[in-house]
C-alpha cells in the first residue's frame, strides 16, 4: 500500500522515498488533506520551507479543522524568519478548537523566544502580556501561566537592563510588574516561587527556589 510505505518511509528517515509515496497518492486524491498534510512534513524535513508553507497553507486555508496544518506552518514560518506570519497563523486558530490554549500558548513564545534584547520588543512584551492575561482568564492552569509569565517578565528584565528600550514605553507594569529592573526582578522571584510551591518534585522545587532567590532584588533591609 503506498500510504504505508510513505509512513514506513518517513518513519525511517527516507524522506525522500516517502514524499513520492505521498505526492503518488496526492496526484490520485487531490482533494484529501492527508497527503498534503504528509507532503507538508516531508518538506519540512527536507528543509524546502516555501513548498512546506505552501501544503500547509492549503490545508489550512479549506480545512481549519487541522490545526496541525497551521502549527506546521507557523513552525516554517519561524524556520524562514517571518515570526510576525507565525504569531498570526497560531492566533488564527478559532476559540471553539480545543487546541487553542497551545495556539496562543505557542503564539506567546513565538513573539519572543530567541530575540535579541537590542531589537525593539516593546510591541511584542505588551501583546505578549496581554495574551497570558486572556489565557489565564480562558483557564491556563496555573503552572503554565507562571511558566509562560517568567519567560514574558524574562525577555522584559533582558530588554530593560540591555539599555535598548527607546521612546518611552507609556506602560508603568506588565504582567503586574514594574517595568524596570526591580519591578521585574521582583515579578520574575513572585512567579518562580509560586512554580515552586507546584512542583512534584523535590529536585524541582530547590531548583526553582534557587532561581527565584537569584532574581530577588538587593535590598538594604
Not at 496562543?104 to 516593546?122: K, N, T
Not at 527607546?166 to 506602560?171: K, T
Not at 537569584?214 to 535590598?219: D, I, K, L
Amino acid at each position: 500500500m503506498v500510504w504505508a510505505r510513505g509512513i514506513a518511509s518517513l518513519a525511517a528517515g527516507d524522506d525522500e522515498i516517502a514524499a513520492l509515496s505521498f505526492d503518488a497518492i496526492y496526484d490520485a486524491f487531490p482533494g484529501e488533506p492527508a497527503p498534503k498534510l504528509a507532503l507538508g512534513l516531508c518538506a519540512e524535513v527536507l528543509g524546502q520551507l516555501d513548498n512546506a508553507a505552501e501544503y500547509y497553507r492549503l490545508v489550512w486555508i479549506t480545512d481549519p479543522g487541522f490545526v496541525s496544518a497551521a502549527f506546521g506552518l507557523a513552525r516554517v514560518q519561524l524556520a524562514a524568519g517571518d515570526r510576525d506570519g507565525a504569531v498570526r497563523t497560531l492566533e488564527s486558530v478559532p476559540e471553539a478548537s480545543i487546541h487553542y490554549t497551545a495556539a496562543r500558548v505557542a503564539a506567546v513564545r513565538a513573539r519572543l523566544r530567541d530575540r535579541s534584547p537590542l531589537e525593539p520588543l516593546l510591541a511584542d512584551l505588551r501583546a505578549a502580556s496581554d495574551q497570558v492575561e486572556a489565557l489565564r482568564r480562558f483557564g491556563l492552569d496555573p503552572e503554565r501561566h507562571e511558566r509562560l509569565t517568567t519567560e514574558v517578565l524574562g525577555s522584559a528584565l533582558d530588554w530593560v537592563v540591555s539599555g535598548s528600550r527607546g521612546s518611552d514605553p507609556g506602560r508603568t507594569s506588565l504582567l503586574g510588574s514594574q517595568l524596570d529592573e526591580r519591578g521585574l526582578r521582583f515579578g520574575l522571584e513572585r512567579s518562580y516561587r509560586v512554580l515552586a510551591r507546584l512542583a512534584q518534585r523535590g529536585e524541582e522545587r530547590i531548583e526553582l527556589v534557587e532561581r527565584a532567590n537569584r532574581f530577588r532584588p538587593r535590598t538594604w533591609v
